[in-house]
């Protein structure tokens, strides 16, 4: 396909993980990017991960990637209220833009 | 250092109208990207700038333009505003390096009635 997929809507419960699915579209893409976007604000950069790294880990967060099946994942552990927010998966493919998904939107149960 | 910032925050225009943009980049980043966020279409490429001059340009009419200053501050104008340009404007600030980390701004909120 031509563009990041992620699914659109994701509910989880307040200390549960939270596993936020993409499949990108370029296997030369070299950096491949999460934003967190909270309503009325712009895209906060949370992590990125190397095309050559499968894995990268930062506190609560943990990037898997699948370089083969072009699939890109984000887990939040112990899911928080504050983690509410919109998700973006972001691929920067050979011509250099950077190509975002359309948004998982993370809605925390208490 | 400051983050990327963007005036004014809100704008209501009219169709017809144009309408400008700033966008004053992280300091010491000479790359500005902007991008226009939409319910629809997500977020969408408009262009970047380095050093003055357009590097790479998304899919948008000629009525969305945009400019670099020597300071790497960066405006972006729409002419002969349509309904459908109403969105989320953002812009992103990076070093210019090929792939480097893109830094948004809080965005600028534009409704065209």
């Known amino acids: 396909g031509e563009d990041v997929e992620q699914s659109l809507f994701l509910s989880v419960r307040e200390g549960d993980s939270s596993v936020i699915n993409c499949t990108y579209t370029?296997?030369?893409?070299?950096?491949l990017y999460w934003y967190k976007q909270e309503p009325g604000a712009g895209l906060q950069l949370l992590t990125y991960i190397f095309s050559n790294m499968d894995m990268k880990q930062d506190q609560r967060l943990t990037v898997l990637l699948n370089k083969k099946d072009k699939h890109l994942s984000l887990r939040i552990a112990d899911t928080q209220t504050g983690d509410s927010a919109i998700y973006f998966c972001a691929e920067t493919p050979r011509d250099d833009k950077i190509i975002f998904g359309k948004g998982t939107r993370l809605h925390i149960l208490p | 250092k400051a983050g990327v910032t963007q005036t004014p925050r809100y704008l209501i225009k009219t169709r017809g109208q144009q309408v400008t943009l700033s966008c004053s980049p992280i300091?010491?980043?000479?790359?500005v990207s902007w991008y226009q966020q939409t319910p629809g279409q997500g977020l969408q490429f408009l262009f970047e700038?380095?050093?003055?001059?357009?590097?790479n340009k998304g899919n948008f009419p000629g009525r969305f333009s945009g400019r670099q200053f020597s300071n790497s501050r960066s405006e972006m104008n729409v002419s002969t505003l349509e309904l459908g340009d109403s969105a989320l404007y953002l812009c992103?600030?990076?070093?210019?390096?090929?792939?480097?980390?893109?830094?948004f701004g809080p965005g600028t909120r534009l409704l065209v009635l």
């Open positions: 700038y380095f050093s003055e001059t357009q590097r």
């Open positions: 992103a600030s990076s070093g210019g390096d090929r792939g480097e980390t893109q830094y």
């Open positions: 300091s010491g980043h000479r790359s």
């Open positions: 370029d296997s030369s893409s070299t950096y």
